[in-house]
């Protein structure tokens, strides 16, 4: 009888610590539910474009916060050059006058996939910028002196979609589409025109993005 007893009382003890176990492993769950993942980047890339028919290059500048790899918050910065031909000699000098300026704004990043090798975004420019004509080969050689009043400005909204390739936890390349949606510019005695149109974009970015992570807890922790 008092076998029968010892073993009952051991069966009870084994399920009142395999019960706790099972809540202690169902908090730990949900505890790492609410965690996120915190990263930071500094963004570097190009792009390549069309403006009335003519090749135009942009350069881009990033720093952003990355929220559980699924959301970056930050502020681009992207400058751009177009060339095209003279049609105003009386005012510059050479066969080409350059477009050139540059915008800045709001960057907003949706992911999915983040954390796979091989992830989707949506990227999202809300901003403004400035632009103005000038001679292309004074513009070479360091002779253009402008000012505020050379220049227009314009209110910029850039949609997009990324790849993006995860080759470490510290760098990640971007590849992927870009829209602008600008307001007119107007440059007299050139004709009332706007910077709308496609481009294709390739950069990298260099940063941490699961700073913060949290590590597994330990057998008997």
């Known amino acids: 009888m008092k076998t029968q007893l010892t073993l009952l009382l051991l069966l009870c003890i084994s399920t009142v610590s395999i019960s706790q176990t099972k809540e202690t492993d ?24 069309r403006l009335d028919g003519e090749n135009t290059g942009f350069g881009t500048f990033k720093l952003a916060y990355v929220a559980n790899q699924q959301l970056e918050i930050g502020f681009a910065v992207s400058g751009l050059y177009n060339e095209r031909e003279n ?16 915008y800045a704004g709001f960057h907003v990043e949706p992911i999915l996939f983040g954390k796979r090798f091989i992830s989707v975004s949506f990227p999202l420019l809300i901003g403004g910028g400035l632009v103005t004509y000038t001679g292309a080969e004074a513009l070479d050689n360091d002779e253009v002196d402008l000012d505020r009043s050379d220049f227009d400005d314009f209110f910029i909204v850039q949609p997009g979609v990324n790849i993006l390739y995860n080759f470490t936890r510290y760098t990640q390349l971007e590849t992927g589409i870009r829209y602008r949606i600008t307001s007119e510019y107007d440059l007299s005695p050139f004709k009332k025109d706007n910077l709308n149109g496609f481009s294709v974009v ?9 700073m913060g992570r949290k590590k597994p807890i330990k057998d008997g922790f």
């Open 202 to 210: 390739i950069g990298i970015k260099v940063g941490i993005f699961n």
């Open 87 to 102: 049609t105003r000699p009386d005012l510059f000098d050479g066969d080409k006058i350059a477009l050139v300026g540059g």
């Open 26 to 49: 169902d908090y730990v769950e949900f505890d790492d539910r609410k965690n996120v993942v915190h990263g930071v980047y500094l963004g570097f890339g190009a792009q390549y474009g």
